[in-house]
Nanobody, 119 residues
Framework: QVQLVESGGGLVQPGGSLRLSCAAS????????MGWYRQAPGKQRDVVASITSDGRMYYADSVKGRFTISRDAAKNTVYLQMNSLKPEDTAVYYC?????????????WGQGTQVTVSS
């Protein structure tokens, strides 16, 4: 069973930076995409950024120009560099890996890492 292990969350002041990492615990093939989602208290889980196997990236409007997603495909690891953090970025951040094997799609989720932006 593949598990996604996240790290890098924490408490940071407004304007600061954090780098999140997410690595698959075991080798997995047919990875279609990896990405980051976040969920604030009382709100739904929304996509923050994603990157496909061929390198196409997507960013939510709220993080464009501040966050950068990158990956190490050989290690099935994805990173999220977060700069110029704002209090509204406070949330639990979840990593997701989508595997697409001959049309059979399965999503794997990490356990979440807390990011708190506060002075």
């Amino acid at each position: 069973q593949v598990q996604l292990v996240e790290s890098g969350g924490g408490l940071v002041q407004p304007g600061g930076s954090l780098r999140l990492s997410c690595a698959a615990s075991a080798s997995i093939d047919s990875v279609a995409a990896m990405g980051w989602y976040r969920q604030a208290p009382g709100k739904q889980r929304d996509v923050v950024a994603s990157i496909t196997s061929d390198g196409r990236m997507y960013y939510a409007d709220s993080v464009k120009g501040r966050f950068t997603i990158s990956r190490d495909a050989a290690k099935n690891t994805v990173y999220l560099q977060m700069n110029s953090l704002k209090p509204e970025d406070t949330a639990v951040y979840y990593c997701k890996l989508r595997r697409d094997y001959l049309g059979t799609v399965r999503d794997y989720w990490g356990q979440g890492t807390q990011v708190t932006v506060s002075s």
